[in-house]
Nanobody, 116 residues
Framework: QVQLVESGGGLVQPGGSLRLSCAVS????????MGWYRQAPGKERELVAS???????NYADSVKSRFTISRDNAKNTVYLQMNSLKPEDTAVYYC??????????WGQGTQVTVSS
């Protein structure tokens, strides 16, 4: 059973930073494409960033140059460093693990609120 546990969300002022972590219990962690998604109230869930086992990354245009996704394959953990946060970044952030021919696994989500 693959489990994903997010941490690091919270309340931050505009312009501030947060670092999200996602610990994954999966012996095949390195085979997963890991992603961070977010869902704001009344909106659909959207991809924020993703990273392959080899370290190739992809970002939504709205977060490029502000957010950085990384992974530590030795610790089965993926991170999302979020800088220069804006009120429109407010959402529940979800960690996702996707493995070819297997499917998707999701964390429970962590709330990020950007407000003064």
């Amino acid at each position: 059973q693959v489990q994903l546990v997010e941490s690091g969300g919270g309340l931050v002022q505009p312009g501030g930073s947060l670092r999200l972590s996602c610990a994954v219990s999966d012996r095949f962690f390195t085979y997963n494409v890991m992603g961070w998604y977010r869902q704001a109230p009344g909106k659909e869930r959207e991809l924020v960033a993703s990273i392959t086992g080899g370290g190739s990354t992809n970002y939504a245009d709205s977060v490029k140059s502000r957010f950085t996704i990384s992974r530590d394959n030795a610790k089965n953990t993926v991170y999302l460093q979020m800088n220069s946060l804006k009120p429109e970044d407010t959402a529940v952030y979800y960690c996702n693990a996707r493995r070819q021919f297997v499917g998707d696994y999701w964390g429970q989500g962590t709330q990020v609120t950007v407000s003064s």
